[in-house]
């Protein structure tokens, strides 16, 4: 019960958090809670996903 209620807080957090970047850094209105398909969070998600190792390979490949 408490490891769903941790779940579930979890997630409304990210939710909270990607709209709020969305509408200060980006001035677009995600309403993320409603919708979780948006384009934004789509690549957020893969961003967020991807490993340290292998975002120190991206960071420096650009700097070759």
Do not use: P
């Amino acid at each position: 019960n408490s490891c769903v209620r941790k779940t579930i807080l979890f997630r409304i957090s990210q939710h909270m958090a990607l709209d709020t970047i969305g509408s200060c850094l980006f001035g677009i209105e995600i309403n993320s809670l409603l919708n979780e398909n948006t384009t934004l969070a789509y690549h957020l998600k893969r961003i967020f996903s991807i490993s340290w190792s292998n975002l120190m390979v991206l960071v420096f490949r650009k700097f070759k």
